[in-house]
């Protein structure tokens, strides 16, 4: 397996504009985890799904962000509007029973 | 109660020396206690992990110590190399697999 799989590696946005960034985990691993990552505040858990399903969006920051899984190999966090504020690395995590194995990450810079 | 403190923030120690990271939970629930290694560019990669019903596990020349009754789990790591300089994450799960991850310490081993 390829491990998890994270597109962009690198996005430089303006402010204000809709940024998308992609994941697709494990094959067979049922969880999913969105996480941020900044020197401030180090690795924050932003939302987790279970079997497609958000369980916790209690780490999303905002109403501008938003994230999506509409099957077991896709997921999205989307930023709209993004800000200077949101420039972080981002990364994807999945697993199946408590291992956690996490993608290269989406390095974001909103300028 | 969900945090993880984790201590020191940074760490520099000699080749072969002995690498210790402390990390403390309030939340009796967890009951999976991993620690992550990060090196710049990557994503966290799992390292080791230990469930609550051993107070240590070993793997080469890293062991986790774990004292329930303290809520409290360490990691040391024997003989260091340079090539273990990276950023060590503690993180606490319970059986929902959402992990909670600590500060951080970056470690240095100077040759």
């Known amino acids: 397996d390829a491990g998890v799989i994270q597109s962009p590696r690198h996005e430089v946005t303006e402010m204000g504009q809709e940024v998308t960034l992609r994941c697709k985990p494990i094959?067979?691993?049922?969880?999913l985890f969105w996480y941020r990552q900044t020197m401030m505040r180090g690795l924050e858990l932003l939302i987790y799904f279970n079997n497609n399903v958000p369980i916790d969006d209690s780490g999303m920051p905002e109403d501008r962000f938003s994230a999506k899984m509409p099957n077991a190999s896709f997921s999205t966090l989307k930023i709209q509007p993004s800000e200077p504020r949101d420039s972080a690395v981002y990364f994807c995590a999945s697993s199946a029973v408590g291992e956690a194995f996490f993608g290269q990450g989406t390095r974001l810079t909103v300028v | 109660q969900q945090q993880v403190k984790q201590s020191p923030q940074s760490l520099i120690v000699q080749k072969g020396g002995i690498s210790i990271i402390n990390c403390a939970y309030e939340n009796t629930a967890f009951d999976y206690f991993p620690w992550y290694q990060q090196f710049p560019g990557k994503g966290p990669a799992l390292l080791i992990a230990?469930?609550?019903?051993?107070s240590e596990k070993k793997e080469g020349r890293f062991t986790i110590s774990f004292n329930k009754s303290a809520k409290q789990f360490s990691l040391h790591i024997m003989d260091s190399q340079p090539g273990d300089s990276a950023t060590y994450f503690c993180?606490?799960?319970?059986?929902?697999?959402?992990?909670?991850f600590g500060s951080g310490t970056r470690l240095l081993v100077r040759p």
């Open positions: 230990i469930r609550p019903d051993v």
């Open positions: 094959s067979g691993h049922n969880s």
């Open positions: 993180a606490a799960s319970n059986r929902s697999y959402k992990l909670i």
